[in-house]
């Protein structure tokens, strides 16, 4: 029995592992220029996408890097966070499909509602004309 859980681990391991290597490998071959571009910022914080890395989707979406900065309470400096959206233009729906550098497998589909943040990320992004 232990022989074929062993087993069993070391499959998934390797299906799991491979993969990730993968991407992990060819991320900075991958990497050009970053372009930071700032959308206005709210009483809730801050957000730049980068223009280097705008990309068509294999659905025809794009796919951006972006950053945020919420404001604190005290004024000290925030801790950014690094996610990569999804970006339907045509619905103007956007999904976060990595955030600070780990995947969201299946991530949901949402309208930005009142983020102004996302809403002018989106809008900066599709009318970029990048890709």
Do not use: H
């Amino acid at each position: 029995m232990k022989s074929s859980l062993r087993k069993c681990v070391r499959e998934w391991l390797k299906a799991a592992l491979v993969p990730l290597l993968i991407v992990v490998l060819a991320t900075p071959a991958l990497a050009g220029p970053v372009d930071w571009r700032e959308v206005p910022s709210t009483s809730e914080g801050q957000q730049w996408w980068d223009a280097g890395s705008v990309r068509r989707t294999k659905d025809g979406n794009l796919s951006v890097l972006s950053r945020y900065s919420l404001k604190t309470e005290d004024e000290s400096p925030a801790l950014g966070t690094l996610v990569v959206m999804e970006i339907d233009c045509d619905q103007s729906l956007y999904r976060d499909t990595q955030k600070n550098g780990l995947p969201r497998f299946r991530a949901d589909w949402e309208a930005p509602a009142k983020d102004d943040l996302i809403t002018e990320v989106i809008n900066a992004v599709c009318s970029s004309g990048l890709t």
